[in-house]
């Protein structure tokens, strides 16, 4: 056992040796594996503050960042243990334990507007949810993470074919690996902190990141950025021990709830607009941002239909039951 587990698993004893002394209130460990200086942290420390106020102190949200207990991923596979409450991983993650809630990392699987719609995005909780509670675990929401484009040294890109052979360093899990494969493209897995410098020597080519990734550890090393509107829209899932969560009091249930329900629209609304300005602010540097126009888009949703047949053939139930919340909530055709 590491001693970042013993160190977790020693803060969940020492909880409960409080509460059976008699303490007034209860613990909620959230871990986290980014900076405390990251966004995520300040609206994980909103939610601690809101589920503090709706419960009169009962519930207090213990949030570890920058890695302080664990990755994101070991995180996933604490919960249940007691060590771990709450995770906020991306949703790419989940989909290792779980391969069909991977339908939302399909190409133009969801899109800001339909996620910003209380009927489609908790219809989608609710869905995806149901495919991880068998595993003790419990989705109660999604946060924005980034709308995802192309970044390079040297590669000004403005079509499809324009990627051609090139190396590319992506995150995802097996729906978007299949997906870069199928540009012509090589997929490759590295560190973030690795992405800069492996540019930089020619390693890779290019980076598929988040206006974060790009202005913040990339820089002006990767010049040329391309753009496809909601081609791979990322989230946070917000995940849970279902265990656990199920046997507090339903008023503490209810605040957790509520809180998420107080968060996540506003959040998507903020994040959105962020983004925007550190695009804006790469520009000015002398980067080169392009959006593909209307018809290259459509040719890029065309691809994407393709590969989607190879998830539904896999997972065809998941694909129907997506398509009726769809049109239950306005977006079918």
Known sequence: MTFKRLAATAIAS?????????????????????AA????????NQFAEGVAKRTNGALNVKVFPAGQLYNDQDALAALGTGAV????????????????????????????????????????????SSYVEPRNLKILGFLRTAD???????????????????????????????????????PVSMAASEMSTALAQGAIDGVYTSPAGWAEMIGMTGKYAWHVPGFSLTTYAIVV??????????????????TIKEIAPRQWKEVAAEDKVLIDKM???????????????????????????????????????????????????
């Open 241 to 258: 021990d279902k265990g656990w969560i199920d046997g507090l009091p339903e008023a503490q249930r209810k605040a957790i709830a509520d």
């Open 85 to 128: 409450h709450m995770v906020w991983p991306v949703a790419v993650r989940v989909e290792s334990i779980e391969p069909r809630t991977g339908i939302l990392n399909l190409p133009f699987a969801v899109s800001d507007e339909m996620m910003t719609n209380q009927c489609f995005s908790e219809g989608l909780t609710t869905l995806m």
């Open 14 to 34: 020492l909880c409960v040796m409080a509460h059976a002394g008699g303490a007034s209130s209860a613990d909620l460990v959230l871990p986290s594996e980014v």
């Open 283 to 333: 520009v000015a540097q002398g980067a080169v941002f392009r959006t593909a126009t209307p018809d290259e888009t459509k040719r890029w949703r065309a691809l994407a239909k393709s590969n989607e047949k190879v998830f539904s053939d896999k997972y065809p139930e998941a694909m129907q039951k997506l398509g009726e919340l769809e049109k239950r909530c306005g977006y079918g055709n």
């Open 37 to 44: 200086t990251h966004w995520k942290t300040k609206y994980m």
């Open 148 to 186: 995802l484009f192309f970044v390079f040294r040297n590669r000004d890109v403005q079509k499809m074919e324009d990627l051609k052979g090139a190396k590319i360093r992506v995150t995802g899990g097996k729906v978007f690996q299949e997906t870069m494969k199928s540009l012509n493209t090589s």
